[in-house]
T-cell receptor
Framework: DIQMTQSPSSLSASVGDRVTISCRAG??????LNWYQQKPGKAPKLLIY???SLQSGVPSRFSGSGSGTDFTLTISGLQPEDFATYYC??????????FGQGSKVEVK | QVQLHESGPGLLMPSETLSLTCTVS??????????WSWIRQPPGKGLEWVGA???????YYNPSLKSRVIISGDTSKNQFSLTLTSVTAADTAVYYC?????????????WGQGTLLTVAS
């Protein structure tokens, strides 16, 4: 199984801040890396697929980068609705398609 | 637009068997374009991929659950199901069904709202 490790596990930020979350895979996964946003009591929502492609309808302040083993989710200009937990997930090769442990963005 | 909806018992006793169904509307599970998956989330914890069903009838499972889980599809009802045997308190979680798009995307683009399973005596 490919392990996915996110950092930080939590962070405090203010509206307007630039926020960066990292995700590292236990082996190279090319660009088979997705990012999801989850708010309390809700299902996860796809933000970024294939490491850097923005899902339709997702604001352009969200961006993703990376390939191989190291990936980054960036929120440029944090908005009040962006306080949530973010998960990375790989879909490289055959399953299991594991998730990172999550990164919670909280209000400073 | 595809919609997924989970249904299940809500509460089980330890050692019982869980049966969950995901009803899909707006798309067919008999498609080469998708995997149909179950993902769970224990209270206050992260997401765990449980397994996936492909239209050919082949299913993939999380190795940590493989001995207890079966995922199958019913194309006549456009549903897919999760069966998990010998449940324990550790199986208490919100269970989501989700669609994974194949091709360049290979991502879970559509999710159900989730159904909570509580295992308690």
């Amino acid at each position: 199984d490919i392990q996915m490790t996110q950092s930080p596990s939590s962070l405090s930020a203010s509206v307007g801040d630039r926020v960066t979350i990292s995700c590292r895979a236990g082996q190279s996964i090319s660009n088979f890396l997705n990012w999801y946003q989850q708010k309390p009591g809700k299902a996860p929502k796809l933000l970024i697929y294939a490491a850097s492609s923005l899902q339709s309808g997702v604001p352009s302040r969200f961006s993703g980068s990376g390939s191989g083993t190291d990936f980054t989710l960036t929120i440029s200009g944090l908005q009040p609705e962006d306080f949530a937990t973010y998960y990375c997930q790989h879909t490289y090769s055959t399953p299991p398609w594991t998730f990172g442990q999550g990164s919670k963005v909280e209000v400073k | 637009q595809v919609q997924l909806h989970e249904s299940g018992p809500g509460l089980l006793m330890p050692s019982e068997t869980l049966s969950l169904t995901c009803t899909v509307s707006g798309d067919s599970i008999y498609s080469n374009n998708y995997y149909w998956s179950w993902i769970r989330q224990p209270p206050g914890k992260g997401l765990e991929w449980v397994g996936a069903f492909f239209y050919t009838g082949y299913s993939y499972y999380n190795p940590s659950l493989k001995s207890r889980v079966i995922i199958s599809g019913d194309t006549s009802k456009n549903q897919f199901s999760l069966t998990l045997t010998s449940v324990t308190a550790a199986d208490t979680a919100v269970y989501y069904c989700a669609r994974l798009v194949r091709g360049t995307d290979y991502s879970f683009d559509s999710w159900g709202q989730g159904t909570l399973l509580t295992v308690a005596s």
